[in-house]
T-cell receptor
């Protein structure tokens, strides 16, 4: 059973370009979470999605960031007009159930390291 | 504000010793407390998790101790080995508290000296 897959593993963008990060959850998992990790810091929750729905985007910056989890295909985290401060590691996690269900364990992918020049 | 405070920031332990990392939380809606291990350049990997209905959980050399009244929990690594050298994160989440995403501590850099 393959784990959470993320691609690309490394992404370099110039200021003003768009970054698209992809995440394929573990088989059988319908809950996807995105986190951002700055150097020497813990992970910060960004957004929680289920198929075709954004459930909680309280950690997502209001501008330039968007996320989707379509019926078919991977979840996408999109960052428009990137700035140097967007440089970070972005991790995706998936779980079989939601908080309080007893199946909320989140399994993380290897991350995408975004560098904005 | 939902927070999880983790200490120490860094820890050096001799091989064979006990590594202890502590976390404290504020949100009483939290009801799930996992610990993750992260190696450089890798994603976090789940080590062990606990719920508030038990005070201790043990898996191999890893033990979580949980104190609900004090809103604190800790990770103990027994017989620490050089391969345990990594960054450890505590986290919390809860139903009904708007906390579907995990709230992480800032991490502890653990070094096990041979």
């Amino acid at each position: 059973n393959a784990g959470v897959m993320q691609n690309p593993r490394h992404l370099v963008r110039r200021r003003g370009q768009e970054a698209r990060l992809r995440c394929s959850p573990m088989k059988g998992h319908s809950h996807v979470y995105w986190y951002r990790q700055l150097p020497e810091e813990g992970l910060k929750f960004m957004v929680y999605l289920q198929k075709e729905n954004i459930i909680d985007e309280s950690g997502m910056p209001k501008e330039r960031f968007s996320a989707e989890f379509p019926k078919e295909g991977p979840s996408i985290l999109r960052i428009q007009q990137v700035v140097r401060g967007d440089s970070a590691a972005y991790f995706c996690a998936s779980s079989p159930g939601t908080a309080g269900s007893g199946q909320e364990t989140q399994y993380f992918g290897p991350g995408t390291r975004l560098l904005v020049l | 504000q939902q927070q999880v405070k983790q200490s120490p920031q860094s820890l050096i332990v001799q091989k064979g010793g006990i590594s202890i990392i502590n976390c404290a939380y504020e949100n009483t809606a939290f009801d799930y407390f996992p610990w993750y291990q992260q190696f450089p350049g890798k994603g976090p990997a789940l080590l062990i998790a606990i719920r508030p209905d038990v005070s201790e959980k043990k898996e191999g050399r890893f033990t979580i101790s949980f104190n609900k009244s004090a809103k604190q929990f800790s990770l103990h690594i027994m017989d620490s080995q050089p391969g345990d050298s990594a960054t450890y994160f505590c986290a919390a989440s809860g139903s009904g508290g708007g906390a579907d995403g995990l709230t992480f501590g800032k991490g502890t850099h653990l070094i096990i000296q041979p």
